[in-house]
């Protein structure tokens, strides 16, 4: 009896406990499994976030510094860039300082963290891109009413509720996220914190994160890509009217940048989230999500600068001061 008694008096074991309820890191598979490839996939890798980097900071200082980009247009332009920089920065530096290491983990905070980050700059980049279709649109459909319409309040209010919708979005996730069970110290099959390769991993009912994943994330990815097509039916429909000669191609020559890396952006994204159960595997998911957080935010300086007058004379003149200067 004073054994039992004990016993009952005992406060209970927290490692067993601990281990039932979470783990405090988790391994990144990375982009490929075999070791001999991995050093090679490091330099492609680090090379494209450096081209990246420069780039989208090149597009942003040339607006900055050109008074004739301070449009709603280009507004938008250095935003987007500054997205993509934050978008490439939270999942590429992370593998690569696990390359450079060889040590493959990363912390449930920071897990965490960078799932929130991925998520927010991710559909930042969806919001920003039907933005700038609804300028577009706005600028060759309604030009009279253009200056009223996307007056310099009018875009800091548009991009202060892009920014807001995204952080709620991604907050909702990541707070849902922080409430499942993780029993074991499992490996992630991918090469950052994505939603889908993390709830794989949980002990836990992830059905009301499936369910908003299904819901919240449909939503967020679909809704602005409708504003996009609905926005260039009727720039397409303007353009037809048009009876100037020439006329039509020099309005639509102002979307081809943007018509560029929307089809990039929304094609690889739809092929990783909405790909087939049937036809999808780990993969292909992998290298959907490497072309939209690398490839993707490192083309789009290419696109805007080289199908752009304006940026091309802006950074000329932002390059030709530098190299004067030192």
Same mark, same amino acid.
């Given at each position: 009896?004073? *054994? ?9 074991? &927290? @490692?067993?406990?601990? *281990? ?13 499994? %075999? ?5 090679? !996939? ?9 081209? @990246?980097? &420069?780039?989208?900071? %090149?597009?942003?200082?040339? #607006? ?6 301070? &449009?709603?247009?280009?507004?938008? !332009?250095? *935003?987007? $860039? ?5 978008? =490439?920065?939270? =999942? ?8 450079? &290491? ?6 449930? =905070? ?23 279709a609804y300028d577009r649109y706005?600028?060759?459909?309604? /030009?009279?009413?253009? $200056? @009223? ?9 548009? %991009? ?6 995204? *952080? !709620? ?10 409430? %499942? ?14 939603? @889908?390769?993390?709830l794989k991993l949980s002990c ?25 097509? #609905?926005?260039?039916?009727? +720039? ?49 998911? +992998? ?13 789009? /300086?290419? +696109? ?5 007058k304006d940026m091309k004379g ?13």
């Amino acid at each position: 009896m004073v *054994n039992l008694a004990f016993r009952l008096l005992q406060p209970p074991d &927290t @490692t067993v406990m601990e *281990n039932q309820s979470s783990v405090s890191e988790f391994f990144l598979r990375g982009i490929s499994d %075999l070791p001999e490839q991995q050093h090679l !996939l490091y330099g492609i890798f680090l090379c494209m976030y450096l081209v @990246t980097l &420069t780039g989208n900071v %090149l597009i942003i200082l040339a #607006i900055a510094s050109d008074p004739h980009l301070h &449009t709603p247009m280009y507004f938008f !332009l250095a *935003n987007l $860039s500054l997205v993509d920089v934050g978008l =490439t920065s939270c =999942t590429v530096t992370k593998m690569l300082v696990n390359v450079q &290491t060889r040590h493959p983990t990363i912390s449930y =905070t920071g897990c965490l963290t960078q799932m929130y980050f991925f998520l927010m700059f991710g559909d930042l980049d969806s919001f920003l891109l039907a933005v700038m279709a609804y300028d577009r649109y706005v600028a060759i459909c309604r /030009p009279l009413l253009y $200056s @009223t319409v996307m007056s310099p309040q009018a875009c800091v209010l548009l %991009l202060a509720l892009c920014w807001l919708l995204t *952080n !709620l979005v991604a907050l909702t996730h990541t707070l849902l996220m922080a409430r %499942l069970s993780f029993c074991v110290v499992g490996e992630i099959a991918h090469f950052f914190c994505d939603i @889908t390769p993390v709830l794989k991993l949980s002990c836990s009912s992830t059905r009301v994160n499936e369910l908003t994943v299904f819901v919240l994330g449909g939503t967020v990815l679909v809704v602005p890509f409708l504003c996009i097509v #609905i926005s260039y039916i009727h +720039i397409v429909s303007a353009i037809l009217r048009v009876r100037t000669p020439g006329g039509g191609g020099k309005a639509f020559s102002t979307c081809g940048s943007h018509l560029c890396v929307v089809c990039v952006f929304y094609g690889t994204l739809f092929s990783a989230y909405l790909c087939p159960p049937s036809v999808a595997s780990e993969e292909k998911s +992998i290298a959907a999500a490497a072309v939209y957080t690398v490839v993707t935010p490192m083309l789009n /300086p290419f +696109i805007y600068s080289l199908r752009n007058k304006d940026m091309k004379g802006a950074l000329k003149r932002l390059l030709g001061h530098r190299s004067f200067s030192f």
